[in-house]
C-alpha cells in the first residue's frame, strides 16, 4: 500500500469511464500548484487510463497508484497539480 | 449519461460482425489506451481501417463538464483530415460507455457515427454457433469466442450431449443444450488449458455430469503441484459414448503431457490444440520446449496416419480467414496435409521438424502461469481478474504470432 500524503479526495467509485477522468481533470485544477489528489475509482481500466493521461496531460504528475481488496476492489491514483 | 443508448445510434457485436463478414465498409474510431488497442480488436473476415485515439487525449481539449463538448474541439483541431466522411464510423472503448459520448461528439459535427454497445468488454464475451457435422442421429456443434480464438464443441446423438473444452461462460453451453433439449453426459477438456480459463469443471457440475481429463495434465507443469479438481482419468483407447456413438481418447502428449484429440465415430477428429487450420500447437508452455518437442512429433506423426477424409475440428484459430465461407473452422486432413506449414514439418524428420520449432516459437505469455493454475483449483480470481487473464487472442498455435506480425506490417494493429 502507498502512502502518499494528499490535499483532497475524489470519490469516483461507481462512475463509469470516462466520468472518473473528467472528474479528476476538473478537480485538479481547482488544486493550489504543488497539491495532490486521491481518487477513489472502482473501474479497473482507470489504472492504464489514469498513466495514459498522465503522459499527455500538461501540467500534472501521477505520483503513484494502488489497488485495494475488499468487497469491491479500489483503484486509487494520486494525482498532483505541477502548473 | 443515456446519450447515444438510443436505438439506431448503436451497433450490437452481432450486428458489427456481420457487417464485417459482408465486407461491409466503415471505419472504426478506438477510444482505449494503447495497450489494451495492442491487446486485441474487433475483427471478423474483414478487418475494418481503424485509428486508436486514447478518449484521454480528447479529454485535454476545454469541455469541463462535458466530455462530447471535448470530442467535437479535439476533432476539430485534430481528426478532420483522419476521419471518413464517406463512411460510417463505429466508435468504440473498453465497455461502451465513452465511445457513446464519442460518437454523440461526431454526429454533432456530421459525420454517420454508431457506438459499439458494450464495447470490447461484450466483444470478449460475443459466442458464436455454428454446426460442422450434420448427420441423422449425429451433430456437432461448433461454439466458439472469436475474440480469443478458442473453439469448442457440442458433440450429441439421441438426447446426449458431451461438451469439449467449454469456455468460461458456462451458461452459453446449458442453453444452447437446453434449447435442443439435450442432457449433458459428460465434459472434457482436451488438456489444461493455459491460454483461457476452462468452463469444465463448473459446466460439469452445473450439469451433474463427469469432468474427464487426461491425469498427466493434473499437475501444474511450472509449480509441479498437483491440481485440486474433481475429475474422471481419461487413458489412451478410453471410448465416451453419445448417443448411439463414442468419443475415442486418443493421448497425444506434446501440447501438455495429457494432451488429447477425440475421434469421434472414426471420421471426425476433435484435435484440440495439435493440429489447428494453418498451423499446429506449440510445445513449449509447459516451459520444457526441447524435450516436449519429441513428444509432439511423434504424436503428430499418430495423427497423420489417420485417413485423409478425416474432419479436424481445430481447438483454436489465428485468423478469421482460416475459416470456411461459412464461418466455420474445419478442414480434411488431406487438406491441411498439404497447406498447413508445422503439419507438413512433422512428416519430415524428427531433426527437421525441431529446429522447425526452435526457430519460430512465439513469446511466452506470462500471465498463462496463472491461467493454468486457475484451471487446476490452485489459483482463484475475480471477474476483474479474469478479464485481464484473457485479454487478446490465444497464443497456442506456432503461428499466431507470425500472424500478428502480418497483421502488423499491414496496419490492421497500431
Known sequence: MTSIAFDRELDARGLKCPMPLLRARKTVGELAIGQVLRVVSTDRGSIKDFQGWADVAKAIELLGQDTEQGPETLYVHYVKRLA | ?414
Open chain 2, 1 to 414: 449519461m443515456d446519450i447515444g443508448k438510443a436505438s439506431g445510434s448503436e451497433w450490437s457485436i452481432q450486428e458489427s460482425r456481420d457487417r464485417l463478414n459482408r465486407a461491409e465498409d466503415f471505419f472504426v474510431l478506438d477510444v482505449r489506451n494503447r495497450d489494451e488497442f495492442d491487446a486485441w480488436r474487433l475483427e471478423g473476415r474483414a478487418v475494418p481501417p481503424t485509428l486508436n485515439v486514447p478518449y484521454f487525449e480528447m479529454l485535454e481539449e476545454g469541455g469541463e463538464d462535458d466530455f462530447v463538448d471535448s470530442v467535437v474541439a479535439y476533432a476539430g483541431k485534430a481528426l478532420l483530415p483522419r476521419l471518413p466522411s464517406d463512411l460510417p464510423i463505429l466508435a468504440v472503448c473498453a465497455k461502451g460507455d465513452t465511445s457513446a459520448f464519442v460518437a454523440e461528439g461526431l454526429r454533432r459535427m456530421g459525420f454517420e457515427a454508431f457506438n459499439l454497445r458494450g464495447g470490447m468488454q461484450a466483444w470478449g464475451e460475443h459466442y458464436e454457433v455454428r454446426s460442422v457435422v450434420s448427420e441423422p442421429d449425429l451433430s456437432v456443434q461448433q461454439v466458439s469466442r472469436p475474440a480469443r480464438g478458442c473453439l469448442s464443441y457440442v458433440v450429441a446423438s439421441g438426447d446426449e450431449a458431451v461438451v469439449v473444452d467449454p469456455l468460461r461462460h458456462v451458461d452459453r453451453y446449458i442453453d444452447l443444450c437446453g434449447q435442443e433439449e439435450l442432457g449433458i453426459t459428460a465434459v472434457i477438456d482436451t488438456h489444461a488449458h493455459a491460454d483461457h480459463l476452462s468452463g469444465g469443471l463448473e459446466l460439469a457440475s452445473r450439469a451433474g455430469s463427469p469432468y474427464f481429463l487426461h491425469p498427466y495434465d493434473a499437475v501444474h507443469p511450472i509449480d509441479l503441484v498437483p491440481a485440486r479438481i474433481r475429475f474422471r482419468h481419461l487413458a489412451d483407447g478410453d471410448r465416451i459414448a453419445v448417443g448411439t456413438t463414442a468419443l475415442e481418447v486418443l493421448h497425444i502428449p506434446g501440447h501438455t503431457l495429457g494432451n488429447i484429440a477425440l475421434l469421434l465415430a472414426g471420421r471426425y477428429l476433435l484435435a484440440g490444440d495439435s493440429i489447428f487450420i494453418d498451423s499446429i500447437s506449440r510445445p513449449d508452455l509447459g516451459g520444457r520446449a526441447e524435450a516436449w518437442s519429441r513428444l509432439h512429433y511423434e504424436s503428430l506423426g499418430r495423427l497423420l496416419e489417420l485417413p485423409d477424409d478425416v474432419l479436424v475440428l481445430p481447438g483454436h484459430f489465428s485468423r478469421a480467414g482460416e475459416a470456411g465461407d461459412d464461418g466455420a473452422f474445419r478442414a480434411s486432413l488431406g487438406s491441411l496435409r498439404q497447406r498447413n506449414e508445422g503439419l507438413r514439418m512433422a512428416a519430415e524428420p524428427a531433426e527437421t521438424f525441431s529446429a522447425y520449432i526452435q526457430a519460430s516459437l512465439p513469446d511466452f505469455p506470462e500471465r498463462y502461469v496463472d491461467i493454468k493454475r486457475v484451471n487446476a483449483g490452485l489459483l482463484e480470481v475475480d471477474e476483474d481478474r479474469a478479464i485481464e487473464l484473457e485479454l487478446g487472442k490465444n497464443l497456442c498455435a506456432m503461428a499466431a504470432a507470425a500472424a500478428r506480425e502480418d497483421a502488423r506490417s499491414e496496419g490492421r494493429l497500431a
